[in-house]
């Protein structure tokens, strides 16, 4: 089974939002990530923006759809709505900036609130290339990110330290936990037990893995 | 009567009327005449009165030593008669007597010689052949004989007339003598004896005998060459820069002229040096005689239609000057100032015509702009004659097939409609047109487009920058030449107000002849311009190339640009450098108001241009909008994978990017800004009409949101108008209306109350508005009203 024949180019297509307080950096974790650019007078996000990466793992081709929120908005109907559908998210702060460390937890709750049960979360502490000005232990935040199940990584935007990886650790922990869910629903169908648990819809699995998995059940 | 001689009165009166021999007789008659009545005192005041008959000078002072010392008056008897009056030119009531009877006993002698008219030998030994002394000694005497006028009036008289007698005998042979000289062309002596003539203060004979030996050039004689030889032909038919063959003018005029002055200038030296003034009266003479008459007959005989005179006076004026008065030697009778001296003789009599030149040339050159924008205007308008005949051939080349099909005879009649009727077709609305067509409507069509998109092309040849810029220099050039008669002070007001004039006329010939046709003419192919025409031909047409109408029409602004930066520069340095206009004397002269016009008429019509431009633009957005923005775009059927900009954003944003900064570099930041300003503020109604026009699901939210993303980047980071930029931040939280979910329907409802979130850009109305867009609008109608009116408008939350 090719992907061309239905034009997509992937296998799998995860929405991924990125989260946390005005300033730390978000737009340009993105922009490195996605086009490797970095803009030192990028002026403050508003509304939200979308970027996408394709990546593979194991073998399988993967797009990012990167929500990146203002990290101001005051409408719950609108943060709510970023949530919506997300099955990955990165809350970040700004290592020398203490009080965006501090309001992790906020974003946490938030994400926990608005997002599917299952989002896969990372914490990130940017701008470690401003290791003067640290005000954020390491270890307070691999501590904060192992008691609340996250994944953990220092990135700078600025220098690309770390960006890459700390998407693709994401994108790894959702797809296993996509590929786990997938057999786990091909098993419930064939029971004919109980629907599964969530909003699966927002897993989004490509067309032809729909098919794949239908055809499976069928044969 | 011995007691007439004891009365002062009368012995004064007799002594005063005695001449010299006989007062001193008188004077010894008796004791007491010679001691009283003509005491020391008067006897010294006789004397002093003598002398200063003779225009001696009396020094007053009594104390001060007497000038002449006793030694020196004894010496005096040797002193030469030639340096007498150099010698003894003071005396003193002590020393007068003395001093007179030095003078006595030298010139007595010379006047009874006279008296007795006794003129063989007349003059001292040593003078026999020296007429030079000789003149002199007759020139004393006339002095000496000064002091007998008073007491021996007779006497006087008559040794006055007998010198003049002499006199003229003495001048008579000395012109002979001076005759004989110049004849055998013996300058110097004749030179010699033109000096004792003016030594005789005889100018009058000595100017004349010059003049009578003088002979200016023959005019008449000078074979005037014909219009044509004298301009030169090897240099093309450059009508902006003809060229006069000065050698010609030279070897006939000039340089016989000047070699003629010159050869004067040195025999004038020769003859008067520097003892009288006769060069500059010569001088004035040639121009009078000579120069002016010559100037005369090259500029009627020979010239036709003033087209020498006002091609070239200025430079034959400056040539004269050149030959005439540069190249002249040095003249020790014309004094240091020699040269600026014959200058002003030349400014003098030259100024009539130049006068003449400085009233005629201004029209001159005004007609002549005339005639050259106009010559190029039908170029152009030949060209594109060419050009569209050339146009219908290669289409009908193409559709050679489909012509054949068609009646032949209808074609051959059609044929004519193709040149004349291409303004009926865009008449036709786009929509019936396509079913009318029949293939011969097709080409027609496709031959007025193929002739606008060519026509657009044209537009920047409709100014010719060459042109102008060789216009400019031809007027610089001009005006050059007019500014070099500012040396001749009596002009310069005059010139001033003929370079304005030229100035002037620069910019009205430039305006109504050159720029003003094209921009009409541009700125009717532009509105006559529709782009979706193009796109509606079917038939085998290649279309010449894609018609952006705003590129063609900036290259014309840009042009433009250029035009008022010469005529700034122009301004600054002709006219202001050299002080033709004094900028804050003269702000209310014409030429500031002129030079404003034409700036003003050139914006006027770059705003008219760029309007119908942005215009079109616009309608091409529209067009996008309604063509390419699929129903689906924002509301699809199936939830959207892949989130990015719609293709037709994607075109839009192409449109915006290749028209917002057609003018960068080509026209002033302000003009820059207000246009982009303009396609900015235009373009964000047209977003507007177009979320109004589309049905948003939160599905398709993300895809508008990411369209509205794509403006916003456009703006804010190339466009960069400040004052735009929030139209467009405004319209990105409006795109957030369309996320959230519906189920959210009562906050939607306090976000509509919240105009704050919407930068005050739009009402609360308009927000409302948007918010009807939204795919589930009838569900959340119900929810969003009741926050909006249930709750009233205080009770909305200002979050």
Redesign the interface.
């Known amino acids: 089974m090719n992907n061309e024949d239905y034009g997509?180019d992937y296998d799998y297509?995860f929405k991924i939002v990125l989260i946390g307080d005005s300033g730390v950096g978000k737009s340009n974790l993105l922009s490195r990530f996605t086009t490797n650019e970095f803009n030192i007078e990028s002026?403050s996000t508003?509304?939200?923006?979308?970027a996408?990466r394709t990546i593979e793992v194991e073998g399988k081709k993967i797009?990012a759809?990167i929500w990146d929120t203002a990290g101001q908005e005051?409408?719950?109907?609108?943060t709510?709505?970023?949530y919506?559908g997300a099955v990955g998210a990165l809350i970040v702060y700004d290592i020398s900036k203490s009080s965006t460390y501090e309001n992790c937890n906020h974003w946490l709750t938030e994400l926990k609130e608005n997002a599917d049960d299952n989002v896969a979360v990372g914490l990130i502490g940017n701008k470690s290339d401003l290791a003067h000005l640290r005000a954020v232990p390491t270890d307070e935040a691999k501590n904060f990110a192992l008691e609340n199940q996250l994944l953990f990584t220092e990135t700078s935007a600025l220098n690309s330290e770390n960006v890459d990886q700390a998407f693709r650790e994401l994108i790894t922990a959702i797809y296993q936990m996509v590929s786990k869910h997938q057999v786990d629903l091909g098993d419930s169908n064939t029971s004919g037990a109980t629907a599964p648990k969530g909003p699966t819809?927002s897993l989004?699995p490509?067309p032809n893995e729909n098919k794949k998995s239908s055809s499976n059940n069928c044969c | 009567m011995e007691n007439l001689l004891k009365v002062k009165d009368i012995v004064n009166g007799i002594a005063n009327n005695l001449d010299t021999h006989d007062y001193l007789s008188f004077r010894q008659i008796n004791k007491e005449v010679h001691d009283v009545q003509l005491s020391n005192d008067i006897d010294s005041k006789i004397w002093c009165n003598k002398l200063l008959l003779m225009g001696l000078s009396k020094t007053e002072t009594p104390n001060s030593p007497p000038p002449i010392e006793d030694d020196g008056v004894k010496e005096a008897n040797q002193t030469d008669i030639i340096d007498l009056f150099g010698t003894y030119k003071y005396f003193n009531e002590s020393n007068a007597k003395e001093i007179y009877s030095i003078y006595y006993r030298t010139f007595n002698p010379l006047v009874t010689k006279l008296l007795n008219n006794n003129y063989s030998h007349f003059f001292p030994q040593q003078y026999e052949d020296d007429p030079l002394n000789q003149a002199k000694i007759l020139k004393y005497i006339r002095i000496y004989n000064k002091s007998c006028s008073v007491c021996e009036s007779s006497k006087f008289r008559k040794v006055e007339t007998n010198l003049n007698i002499l006199k003229e005998i003495f001048i008579n042979s000395i012109l002979h003598e001076m005759e004989i000289n110049y004849t055998t062309e013996n300058f110097e002596k004749a030179g010699y004896f033109m000096e004792i003539l003016l030594l005789c203060h005889e100018e009058t004979n000595a100017v004349e005998f010059f003049n009578s030996k003088v002979e200016f050039p023959d005019i008449n004689k000078i074979p005037f060459p014909s219009m044509s030889e004298l301009l030169k032909e090897n240099e093309g038919t450059d009508s902006y820069k003809p060229e006069l063959d000065w050698s010609i003018l030279d070897s006939l005029i000039f340089i016989p002229y000047r070699d003629f002055l010159n050869d004067k200038v040195i025999l004038i030296d020769t003859l008067f040096k520097d003892h009288y003034p006769v060069v500059l009266q010569f001088i004035e003479n040639f121009i009078q005689q000579t120069l002016l008459r010559t100037i005369d007959q090259l500029f009627t005989e020979i010239d036709e239609d003033n087209y020498l005179f006002l091609n070239f006076f200025p430079q034959i004026y400056f040539k004269v000057i050149n030959r005439l008065c540069d190249e002249l030697n040095d003249s020790m009778n014309g004094g240091p100032k020699f040269h600026i001296a014959v200058k002003k003789f030349f400014d003098v009599y030259l100024e009539p015509q130049i006068l003449n030149y400085l009233t005629l040339f201004p029209n001159y050159y005004s007609e002549f702009l005339n005639k050259e924008f106009k010559k190029y205007q039908q170029e152009i308008e030949s060209n594109e004659v060419e050009q569209n005949k050339e146009i219908l051939n290669s289409i009908r080349i193409q559709n050679e097939d489909l012509l054949q099909n068609e009646d032949s005879d209808n074609t051959n009649t059609n044929k004519i409609d193709f040149l004349t009727s291409f303004t009926k077709i865009f008449k036709l609305s786009n929509n019936s047109r396509i079913h009318q067509q029949n293939t011969q409507e097709q080409l027609n069509l496709a031959y007025n487009l193929n002739l606008i998109s060519k026509n657009l092309q044209n537009i920047k040849d409709l100014i010719s920058l060459p042109l102008c810029y060789k216009i400019f220099e031809f007027t610089r050039e001009k005006i050059e030449d007019i500014y070099r008669f500012m040396v001749i002070e009596t002009l310069v007001k005059t010139i001033n107000l003929k370079c304005q004039e030229i100035f002037k006329h620069l910019l009205n010939q430039l305006s109504i002849n050159h720029i003003k046709p094209a921009f009409e003419k541009a700125i009717s192919l532009l509105s006559e311009y529709n782009p979706n025409d193009l796109k509606s031909i079917e038939i085998n047409v290649k279309i010449s190339s894609k018609v952006q109408p705003l590129v063609q029409f900036t290259e014309l602004i840009n042009i433009g640009d250029i035009i008022l930066q010469m005529i700034s520069i122009f301004y600054k340095n002709e006219l202001l450098a050299k002080k033709i206009l004094d900028k804050n004397k003269d702000f209310l002269n014409d030429v500031i108001q002129c030079k404003k016009s034409f700036e003003n008429i050139v914006d006027d019509y770059v705003a008219d241009g760029l309007n119908i431009g942005i215009n079109k633009l616009m309608d091409e957005i529209v067009f996008l909008f309604q063509t390419v923005q699929l129903a689906d775009d924002f509301n699809p059927v199936t939830?959207v994978?892949?989130?990015?900009p719609t293709k037709c954003a994607i075109q839009v944003v192409e449109l915006l990017n290749n028209h917002s900064f057609l003018l960068n570099g080509a026209t002033d930041k302000g003009t820059i800004d207000v246009y982009q300003q303009e396609i900015g503020e235009r373009f964000f109604n047209e977003v507007v009409k177009n979320i109004k026009r589309n049905m948003i699901s939160?599905d398709g939210?993300?895809t508008m949101?990411?369209d509205l993303?794509y403006y916003?980047k456009f703006m804010?980071y190339k466009l960069k108008q400040k004052n735009i930029v929030p139209l467009f931040?405004a319209l990105?939280?409006i795109?957030?209306l369309y996320?959230?979910?519906g189920k959210?329907s009562k906050?939607?409802g306090?976000?509509i109350c919240d105009v704050g979130k919407f930068n005050g850009i739009f009402s609360q109305e308009e927000v409302y508005e948007f918010v009807q867009r939204r795919s589930d609008w009838l569900r959340v109608k119900r929810d969003v009203e009741k926050v909006m009116y249930g709750l009233g408008m205080k009770d909305c939350i200002i979050?």
């Open positions: 997509y297509l002026k508003i509304g939200v923006e979308f996408t797009k759809q005051r409408y719950r109907a609108i709510s709505a970023y919506r819809i989004t490509a | 939830p994978m892949d989130i990015k939160t939210a993300a949101i990411c993303n916003y804010a931040v990105k939280n795109g957030q996320l959230i979910s959210d906050e939607l306090r976000m979050m």
